[in-house]
């Protein structure tokens, strides 16, 4: 004989087509129908709400759309679940107000005070007295662009940074793109649609940087790419390219070295963690120059020479003695190598008593004889 079957509980019946409960489910799903269409709710809905259980009383589950593109890098925290466009920055005053520039100090690979000089400068920390804001000898480039045309394939000026040799901000300005952006590359580049609105047309920030750079020894990492963005060219002598530098190749065992990896390598600072700041990328590309700066500049003298005598031009800087950014002392070169009012083919200058002879006062009479026991210029005194 088989067992019989065990009971239900009350507790497990199934609601009956005409129970007061199933009855209540049905209005509330229709009043919840009904309200759907004005996105107010009725007030069937609201007198329901008081006489239904607990969990009829919550609405539909709410869909939540998957993150894609530029919002899924730049959303965190409790409101991830939101699309980029219901959380917008705000508005940046000034292009000068980088919230880009987040740099990651790392252990520094020596103790010189002057790489420890040059990593307070790509953080921007370095005070300056007015005379290092100059624009000086020596400046770095750096360019962010945006994409244009199918897909954002083709790159567009969309942003200048210009720094002197400490780091101070030369130009930093925003460029109003000449066609329609198709791709702000936000999450590389920073560029945002309203950092566009109101920014100076293409033709008047190129003149300005044509200004800053003319004469001048200009560094950039792969700057190449920068200048043909601004449609300019520089003479070759008076480039420093980070990215062909021969110690900083052979540093990174690479032909073709990443600035990011440079600056952690050489200075013991991680950059472009995020979105890049051209300011940032360019006091660090400054920073790897005058880091190799004296080696550097040994190699380029027979090039920066030979370009002098070719072309007649004078090198970077005034005529005369001036002092450097860097803090020597230096004569102005003049094309062949020599110095104004001296044969270049002059290297010795006779001295007499610790003076030069054309500074003494002039002999009176005959010049001595040298018959009479020795030269002039060893007569005691």
Known sequence: MSDPKPKQKEGDKAPTPGSGRQRKLAAARAARKESSGNGAPSSNWEALKMTLPSDARRGPPSKKRSMKGIGSFTSSGPDAGTSAAETKDPVPTSSTTDKNAEVVVLPAPSDSPLLHELRQMVLGHAALSEAKKAPGNYVALDCEMVGLGHLGAESALARVSLVNYHGHVLLDTFV??????TDYRTWVSGIREEDLRGAPPFEEVQKQVAELVEGRVLVGHAIEN???ALLLSHPAPFV???????????????????????VESQLGLKIQGGAHSSITDARATMALYRLHKEAWEASMRGVMDAYARKTGTVMPGKKGKRKREDGEDE???????????????????????????????????PAPSSSGGGNWWEESA
């Open 331 to 365: 004569e102005s070169k003049f094309p062949g190598g020599g110095r104004k009012g001296i044969s270049s083919g002059l290297s010795v200058v006779v001295k007499r008593f610790g003076k030069k002879v054309e500074d003494q006062p002039r002999r009176r009479g």
């Open 176 to 181: 109003a793109p000449r066609e329609r952006v």
């Open 226 to 228: 920068d200048t043909k």
């Open 240 to 262: 420093r390219d980070t990215q062909k530098s021969k110690p900083l190749r052979e540093a990174a065992r690479t032909k073709r070295p990443g600035l990011k990896s440079l």
